[in-house]
T-cell receptor
Framework: AQSVTQLGSHVSVSEGALVLLRCNYS??????LFWYVQYPNQGLQLLLK??????LVKGINGFEAEFKKSETSFHLTKPSAHMSDAAEYFC?????????????FGTGTRLTIIP | EAGVVQSPRYKIIEKKQPVAFWCNPI?????LYWYLQNLGQGPELLIR????????DSQLPKDRFSAERLKGVDSTLKIQPAELGDSAVYLC??????????????FGPGTRLTVL
C-alpha cells in the first residue's frame, strides 16, 4: 500500500525566506507524486507533479520539487516566500497503474508567512 | 471554462437527518471522484466513477452513504442518516479519463457539512 508522510503540520517562514515543505512517500511500485495547495474555503489546486523523466519539476507560483528515489522524498521548495503563499499544502502519491489514478494524500502542512 | 461546481457550499443538519451533495464536473470529464476531508487531514477517496459506472467504492460506508452518477455527468452523494462524525468537507473532483496514464484531477470547492 502506498502512503505519504508530511513532516511538520505547521511551518512558518518570513516573507522573502526559503520555503521548504517535506514529503516522504512509501510505494511498492514507481510512484507518481504531486503537490496540491488549498486556500481557505477552496478546493485543491495542483502545484506540480512528477510522473517520469526529469526529477526536478517546476510548478506554478515559483514552486519546485525534486524526486529523490534513494531518499523516497519529494520535498517542495520556493526560494523566496510571498504573503500569498500562505495556505495548506498537501503531498500525494499515486501508483503508476493505468486505470487506477487513486491519490493518497498526506495530512497536510499549513504554511504561515511572517511579514 | 467553468471548473467543478458543488452545491451547497455549506450545510448544517441535525444528526439522523438525511443530506445530499451535488457535483457538476468539468465538461467532457469522464471520471468523477468524491473525497472526504476531515479537519486537519488530507482528502480520502470515497468513490470513483468512470462515466456512470462506480469503479472504486471500496471506501464508501455503504450502510449510510450512497452515490449516483446518472447519465455519466452530474453526481449526487447522499448520507442517510447523518451522524456527528460525518461533519467534514466533501470534495468532488473530475478528470478527463481515468483509464489513461495520469490525468490531472480538478477539485471543486467542497461542501462543508456540520452535523449537530
Amino acid at each position: 500500500a502506498q502512503s505519504v508522510t508530511q513532516l511538520g503540520s505547521h511551518v512558518s517562514v518570513s516573507e522573502g525566506a526559503l520555503v521548504l515543505l517535506r514529503c516522504n512517500y512509501s510505494s511498492s511500485v514507481p510512484p507518481y507524486l504531486f503537490w496540491y495547495v488549498q486556500y481557505p474555503n477552496q478546493g485543491l489546486q495542483l502545484l506540480l507533479k512528477y510522473t517520469t523523466g526529469a526529477t526536478l519539476v517546476k510548478g506554478i507560483n515559483g514552486f519546485e520539487a525534486e524526486f529523490k528515489k534513494s531518499e523516497t522524498s519529494f520535498h517542495l521548495t520556493k526560494p523566496s516566500a510571498h504573503m500569498s503563499d500562505a495556505a495548506e499544502y498537501f503531498c500525494a502519491v499515486s501508483d503508476q497503474n493505468f486505470g487506477n489514478e487513486k491519490l493518497t494524500f498526506g495530512t497536510g502542512t499549513r504554511l504561515t508567512i511572517i511579514p | 471554462e467553468a471548473g467543478v461546481v458543488q452545491s451547497p457550499r455549506y450545510k448544517i443538519i441535525e444528526k439522523k437527518q438525511p443530506v445530499a451533495f451535488w457535483c457538476n464536473p468539468i465538461s467532457g470529464h469522464n471520471t468523477l471522484y468524491w473525497y472526504l476531508q476531515n479537519l486537519g487531514q488530507g482528502p480520502e477517496l470515497l468513490i470513483r466513477y468512470e462515466n456512470e459506472e462506480a469503479v472504486d467504492d471500496s471506501q464508501l460506508p455503504k450502510d449510510r452513504f450512497s452515490a449516483e452518477r446518472l447519465k455519466g455527468v452530474d453526481s449526487t452523494l447522499k448520507i442517510q442518516p447523518a451522524e456527528l462524525g460525518d461533519s467534514a468537507v466533501y470534495l468532488c473532483a473530475s478528470s478527463l479519463d481515468g483509464t489513461v496514464s495520469y490525468n490531472e484531477q480538478f477539485f471543486g470547492p467542497g461542501t462543508r457539512l456540520t452535523v449537530l
